[in-house]
């Protein structure tokens, strides 16, 4: 089981997204919060996979947000959800330690595909495919700046 938390200053984004989630077997959203310094708190104390991150939120932010939880925990996985796709974002949400970044136009199928590839060890990729991502994220991990794995199928950026 993926255990999924959501942030998003916009009750209405969250309520979407837990729509999208709560009937994809293997994903479960176990908390939501509205800024990033509750992010931080509950993600400190609770048991969460991966964060689906809103980039632009009143206090501290997306960006912010993720460098407290990357910093704090290195098991969670961020993917920064964001109506901004262009340069230099990929390298600032890198930067911030985010697993990658969705458009907040990405359809819903690319949410969960997206949840699913950076969960670790998941087994609901093909092998190959696992083995691709992984080959895929070891090789940004060597280049200099790191640029993050966009998880938009339409993204023209990667």
């Not at 479960?28 to 509205?34: N, Q």
């Not at 092998?127 to 640029?147: C, D, E, G, M, V």
């Not at 966009?150 to 023209?156: F, I, K, Q, V, Y």
Request: glycine content about 8%.
């Amino acid at each position: 089981m993926i255990n999924v938390f959501l942030v998003d200053d916009h009750e209405l984004v969250r309520a979407g997204i837990r729509r999208i989630l709560e009937d994809i077997k293997g994903i479960k959203v176990v908390g939501e919060a509205c800024c990033g310094e509750d992010a931080v708190k509950w993600c400190r104390s609770n048991s969460v996979d991966v964060v689906l991150m809103d980039m632009n939120m009143p206090g501290i932010g997306g960006l912010e947000a993720t460098r407290k939880i990357a910093r704090s925990t290195a098991d969670i996985k961020v993917i920064m959800l964001t109506v901004h796709t262009e340069n230099p974002l990929p390298a600032k949400v890198m930067q911030a330690g985010a697993a990658g970044y969705l458009s907040k136009g990405a359809a819903p199928q690319e949410v969960v595909s997206a949840i699913r590839s950076v969960f670790p060890g998941n087994g609901t990729l093909p092998p190959i495919s696992l083995s691709k991502w992984r080959s895929a994220r070891l090789s940004l991990r060597k280049r200099k700046p790191r640029l993050p794995v966009c998880l938009n199928a339409s993204c023209r950026l990667c």
